[in-house]
């Protein structure tokens, strides 16, 4: 097969207007790559005893149905939008399992707690001491569960948004970044919400935001995002972990009216 943009477009075109299983088939094939791009992010995070071949299988469904719905006419990246659509298979089919233990989710949900009491009171990031204080551990014992959870972190920005809103739609990143002109309501929301976002990381320290925009607009691996800090991928998958957890806690916050936090 051709796999030039041009025959790309055509088959496309034959896929929107006829519907051909052919077409169907073809664009899989082409844009499957995607689904092992994906995947590998995603398992970089996981236990080992998560394979990433099931990741994998799990992502050709989000692919399928971003296939199904992409609008070419609509101006925006195909791989925009089907990397979303695919990490959001992906992260379906992980709560289906219940693979993260209660424990974990137990210690994720009392820090979570913690940053977003502490973000509301101070009006700021909190930092580790008042954060592990808040908790009643110390700095030491933070980072250690910090490092236990770092996993969870992974898959947890693409579940901001949709809390954040107030609205249960499954907002993804992925979905502030599409262009929905085709309607005015859901263009609006999706603007609102990349002003909350991007002002809510703005207001981060440093590192956290490094670590998230290299991460989730730039696409650096927790590994490539290591050797640009100059520490390890734990640490950068620890940090990350800290970060989402700060990102809740801004976005946790009641919003403006028109959407912006200030």
Request: proline residues 3%.
């Amino acid at each position: 097969m051709d796999d030039s943009s041009a025959s790309i477009s055509e088959i496309w075109a034959e896929y929107k207007e006829h519907g051909t299983r052919d077409a169907r088939e073809r664009l899989i094939l082409h844009f499957a790559p995607l689904v092992k791009f994906v995947a590998g992010r995603v398992a970089a995070g996981l236990p080992q005893n998560i394979e990433q071949s099931d990741l994998v299988s799990y992502g050709i469904f989000g692919l399928i149905d971003a296939i199904d719905k992409f609008d070419p006419g609509r101006g925006y990246k195909f791989e925009t939008y089907a990397i979303s659509r695919i990490k959001g298979a992906i992260i379906d089919e992980l709560r289906s399992i219940d693979w993260v233990p209660r424990s974990v989710r137990a210690k994720a949900r009392a820090i979570e707690r913690a940053y977003s009491k502490l973000e509301n009171e101070l009006r700021r990031s909190p930092e580790d001491r008042e954060v592990a204080i808040e908790l009643g551990m110390t700095e030491d014992e933070l980072a250690n569960v910090l490092s236990q959870i770092s996993f969870v972190g992974i898959v947890a920005l693409d579940e901001l948004l949709s809390a954040s809103a107030d609205r249960g739609g499954g907002a993804t990143v992925g979905d502030t970044i599409a262009d929905r002109q085709h309607d005015p309501v859901e263009a609006f929301e999706s603007e609102e919400m990349r002003h909350v976002l991007a002002d809510a990381i703005n207001r981060m320290p440093d590192r956290e935001r490094l670590v998230l925009t290299l991460y989730y607009y730039e696409g650096l691996t927790l590994a490539e995002i290591g050797a640009v800090l100059g520490v390890t991928e734990s640490r950068v998958c620890q940090i990350h972990t800290k970060a989402i957890f700060q990102l809740r806690g801004r976005l946790s916050e009641p919003l403006p009216e028109r959407g912006i936090v200030t």
